[in-house]
């Protein structure tokens, strides 16, 4: 059995306070000559009295004007037998008894001793071989994309801005971090976002390859949308991970979540702005190298079988407008 | 639309600044009596609109002047009347009403029953001029009377689908629908249009004749437009379609070349500032058919970029093909109020020697059945350092034509010899 300890509870059943109990008997109430005060204007002065007879521990009513009730069932009692885990309610109060051989839950491993990967990517000297490698990525993808003459000037004058927001993002995170969990992650910060950049240049350039490769119109689009969510998604987890004492649960759940908020915002937005009508066609206009060329190419015939489809479209589009007026 | 260096006599109404001879006012003074001056009323405002000219062609009160002029009329005739004004001996001016009965949108010209009998008509020739010809052109801007322009005959000019005499002398806006006059007296041809610096165009009289003595009498003017588009883009298409495509070298490849007689082309290179070298050519029709206010549609054109990258990865140079291929050198414009987006097909394909990407897109009128814009845009793959793209544009054609004439246009490419 042990030593009792009297658990008073907040409203959410949340421990507000624990008192051992060292003399029997131990008075309860809300005057200061109690053992244990609590300021409930519905508890008397002298509300409850917890006294030890014979092995057992009971909770006396010492005429309270509001009574002792059990929690379990909900009843209305002058005196409780208290064991283990006992909870009952005086005034708007509920008191929880509980020995001090109660167990306790596992504990739970504090990442002040991280995982190797933690440490990898907490340790400074990392950082600047990740800003490199992006670095050096940044500028090959922006060299063949350049359909103009290019030098090494233009190529790096053109990464800057990225570089200077990346930064002041990691910086954000960093002291977000040092506030909330007490950790300047610096280094951390700038390399997942450093990397999920990089990971999302590649997801952009792979789409593009896949859309050119099977001749998939918009599929370039569909593709980078849905992983842009996940992207988004696992820059949020890592940042939030490391900068907030979430569980890794609910770090999930915002950062999906808040991932496909931005995302949605922004197609809708795109979508808002497109116009309703253009004199430009739309369509899907990706070249990569012919080596990348997986779908066959069509005969003159054949692909000319298969654009009645187009006239049908329209003439339906043509006959609404008609019927409209 | 595109390329339009002869902007049709555009309705507006423009204070007429032509040579007015005293001499040949003399000689016109018969005439004079048989102009009009078209006007397009707002019902609502009771205010003019579009102001033009016009001349009777028989003396029952038949005018002749330009569609252009009277276009407001066809497409919302709920919205707009048509009127005339006639000056008479006492130089009072009188308000009549017109009914339009028939039209040539083809050609650009109008005719319209007056209320009035017993007018004045002018005389049709139809015998050909000689080149160096004077011919009076004759118009009615604002209030001014009778206006007129000595101008020489140039022939027929054979730069558009269809005939158009040309006409050195300042033909100015608000003289659409007047008559050009030989010096024996006679309508040789209709103001229509001018391409500035004293280059005229007239409606060859044939056409009026052919209008006058047409049997129809369109009661829904815009399927009559619809069925004269159809017939017009089969003639001209068939036209096309009917002989080999010409072809010529371009870089390595051979290229259809000038594919109609009226097609203006041009040539170009560049490589200044560039990692890679082009060479561009282009043909196109000069004047396009109006129907209404920036609302055209007739234009055939055609554009060919030869790249040439020969120090470039396979990789640079497929972004700089990307880049022809996705923004055309030129496109049709148009408003919502007359056609629907356009619907793209796009894929690999091969013709006998090379494989293309190739996006073929068509766009609807939405006032006519089976009338499209045809955009087509091309470019070759098969070789790592040069590259041809092409676009096709066809305005005011059918479905079947377009299917036609893009296949015979794709498949004239090959590898040059």
């Known amino acids: 059995m042990g030593p009792l300890i009297i658990e008073i509870l907040d409203r959410f059943g949340k421990v507000r306070e624990r008192h051992h109990v060292n003399n029997y008997p131990c008075l309860i109430g809300r005057g200061y000559d109690n053992d244990i005060i609590i300021d409930d204007p519905y508890i008397s002065p002298d509300h409850l009295s917890v006294n030890i007879t014979e092995n057992k521990i009971e909770a006396q009513d010492t005429n309270s004007t509001n009574g002792l009730f059990s929690v379990q069932p909900f009843k209305k009692q002058n005196k409780i037998t208290i064991e283990n885990d006992s909870r009952i309610r005086i005034g708007h109060t509920d008191i929880r008894f509980r020995f001090a051989d109660h167990p306790v839950k596992e504990t739970i491993q504090d990442r002040d001793k991280p995982s ?144 496909l908020i931005i995302i949605g915002l922004v197609e809708i937005g795109a979508l808002l702005n497109k116009p309703g009508f253009s004199n430009l066609p739309d369509y899907s206009g990706v070249i990569r190298p012919e080596a990348f060329r997986i779908a066959p190419a069509q005969s003159v015939t054949d692909f000319f079988e298969n654009t009645k489809t187009l006239k049908v479209n329209i003439d339906k589009t043509v006959e609404e407008h008609n019927s409209e007026k | 639309m595109i390329n339009i260096n002869h902007i049709l006599i555009c309705l507006t109404l423009l204070i007429f600044t032509g040579n007015v001879i005293a001499s040949t006012k003399d000689v016109f003074k018969d005439y004079k009596n048989s102009l009009v001056q078209v006007r397009i009323v707002d019902k609502t405002t009771d205010a003019k609109t579009t102001i033009g000219s016009g ?50 949108v083809i050609h650009d010209l109008a005719l319209l029953q007056s209320e009035q009998k017993n007018t004045l008509a002018l005389k049709l020739h139809d015998k050909d001029l000689n080149k160096g010809e004077k011919i009076f052109s004759v118009g009615n801007p604002h209030d001014l009377g009778m206006a ?36 024996s007296g006679k309508v040789i041809g209709v103001n229509v249009a001018t391409a500035g610096n004293q280059i005229g165009f007239l409606v060859p009289v044939s056409y009026l004749s052919e209008l006058i003595n047409d049997k129809n009498k369109p009661v829904d003017f815009i399927k009559y437009i619809n069925k004269q588009l159809l017939r017009n ?35 170009d290179s560049e490589s200044k500032d560039l990692p890679y070298k082009t060479s561009e050519n282009s043909c196109a029709t000069k004047n396009d058919i109006y129907l209404s206010e920036s609302f055209t549609t007739g234009d055939i054109h055609y554009s060919l970029y030869h790249i040439n990258a020969e120090n470039l990865s396979a990789f640079r140079f497929a972004y700089i093909q990307e880049e022809y291929f996705k923004t055309p050198g030129v496109h049709l414009t148009g408003t919502k109020k007359y056609f629907t987006n356009y619907e793209c097909k796009t894929e690999f394909i091969k013709n006998k020697t090379i494989t293309f990407k190739m996006s073929f897109c068509l766009r609807g009128y939405k006032h006519f059945k089976n009338i499209y814009d045809l955009m087509l845009s091309a470019i070759s793959l098969d070789n790592k350092t040069t590259s041809l793209q092409t676009n096709l544009i066809l305005a005011g054609i059918s479905y079947d034509n377009a299917v036609l004439f893009s296949k015979k246009y794709i498949e004239a490419f090959s590898w040059a010899p």
């Open chain 2, 148 to 183: 007129i322009v000595v101008g020489t005959y140039n022939g027929i000019t054979d730069d558009s689908t269809n005939k158009r005499i040309h006409l050195s002398g300042a033909i100015n806006p608000g003289m659409s629908g007047g008559p050009s006059i030989t010096s």
């Open chain 2, 233 to 267: 883009q089969n003639k001209y298409i068939k036209a096309i379609l009917d002989k080999p495509f010409k072809t010529k070298k371009l870089g390595n490849y051979q290229v259809p070349d000038k594919i109609a007689e009226y097609l203006t082309c041009w040539g």
């Open chain 1, 116 to 259: 190797q990967l933690t440490m990898l990517l907490t340790s400074g000297f990392i950082l600047p071989i990740v800003w490199l490698i992006f670095t050096t990525a940044l500028v090959i993808n922006n060299y063949i994309e350049e359909t103009d003459t290019v030098n090494i000037q233009s190529l790096l004058s053109d990464i800057y801005p990225l570089m200077i927001v990346l930064f002041l993002w990691a910086l954000a995170w960093s002291i977000a971090s040092k506030f909330v969990t007490h950790r300047f992650y610096f280094a951390f910060h700038a390399i997942w976002v450093c990397s999920l950049t990089f990971i999302s240049i590649i997801v952009e350039n792979l789409a593009q390859y896949f859309e050119f490769s099977f001749s998939l119109s918009g599929s370039a689009t569909l593709i980078s949308l849905t992983l842009s969510v996940l992207v988004t998604t696992a820059l949020l987890y890592g940042h939030l991970h490391y900068s907030t004492t979430l569980a890794p649960a609910k770090a999930k759940r915002i950062s999906l979540f808040t991932s």
């Open chain 2, 55 to 104: 001349f009777f062609v028989n003396n029952k009160g038949l005018i002749a002047t330009n569609y252009h002029v009277i276009s407001l009329h066809v497409f919302e005739p709920e919205q707009y009347r048509i009127e005339y004004v006639l000056h008479d001996h006492n130089k009072t001016k009188k308000i009549y009403q017109a009914k339009l009965i028939n039209f040539d």
